[in-house]
T-cell receptor
Framework: GQNIDQPTEMTATEGAIVQINCTYQTSGFNGLFWYQQHAGEAPTFLSYNVLDGLEEKGRFSSFLSRSKGYSYLLLKELQMKDSASYLCAVMDSNYQLIWGAGTKLIIKP | GAVVSQHPSWVICKSGTSVKIECRSLDFQATTMFWYRQFPKQSLMLMATSNEGSKATYEQGVEKDKFLINHASLTLSTLTVTSAHPEDSSFYIC?????????????FGPGTRLTVL
């Protein structure tokens, strides 16, 4: 079966760095997405990785290792507004998104 | 970036009534739209894939006669929850794939919160 695993909840301090991990087992691979979702709102796109390596975009970076079925989202210089759920999603061979359950990130002052 | 709208943003209805939710791609044509449902503290669950001009493809366990999907044009898909019951109360989110987007990224609407009394 297809499976996406990510931690349920993480806590970090304002100004610090946090890494959210995601492991996956899917039928085929056409890229991995990270989305941010604030409570009561729809997800918003953060990043896309299809090749191995690190993609950096401002305070957010995303890493992918296809051989290990592993990705992480790195958030630097955390701000209170970064408190949200972070969803890992893999596009399978049918170009369908398989979603993880999301990681709720709590930022403390 | 591509914009997707949903209407209404929230709706409260009585048990047994039907509710229609609209999903529109505002600045692009979407041959494929997706309907998701999200219960509190859970991830997105794909309900169905909506293809313009053809029947929707429903995920296992989703009743096609209860959740009617119509994708009548390249910019509009509708989800009708028929004979709604309290257990249908949820956050319904649509997304659309923008054909020229090299990521095959899905752009999400703002969601519709349905409460069935």
């Amino acid at each position: 079966g297809q499976n996406i695993d990510q931690p349920t909840e993480m806590t970090a301090t304002e100004g610090a760095i946090v890494q959210i991990n995601c492991t996956y087992q899917t039928s085929g691979f056409n890229g991995l997405f990270w989305y941010q979702q604030h409570a009561g709102e729809a997800p918003t796109f953060l990043s896309y990785n299809v090749l191995d390596g690190l993609e950096e975009k401002g305070r957010f970076s995303s890493f992918l290792s296809r051989s290990k079925g592993y990705s992480y989202l790195l958030l630097k210089e955390l701000q209170m507004k970064d408190s949200a759920s972070y969803l890992c999603a893999v596009m399978d061979s049918n170009y369908q998104l398989i979603w993880g359950a999301g990681t709720k990130l709590i930022i403390k002052p | 970036g591509a914009v997707v709208s949903q209407h209404p943003s929230w709706v409260i209805c009585k048990s047994g009534t039907s509710v229609k939710i609209e999903c529109r791609s505002l600045d692009f044509q979407a041959t494929t739209m997706f309907w998701y449902r999200q219960f509190p503290k859970q991830s997105l669950m794909l309900m169905a894939t909506s293809n313009e001009g053809s029947k929707a493809t429903y995920e296992q366990g989703v009743e096609k006669d209860k959740f009617l999907i119509n994708h009548a044009s390249l910019t509009l898909s509708t989800l009708t929850v028929t004979s709604a019951h309290p257990e249908d109360s949820s956050f319904y989110i649509c997304s659309a794939r923008e054909p020229s987007n090299s990521y095959n990224e899905q752009f999400f609407g703002p969601g519709t919160r349905l409460t069935v009394l």
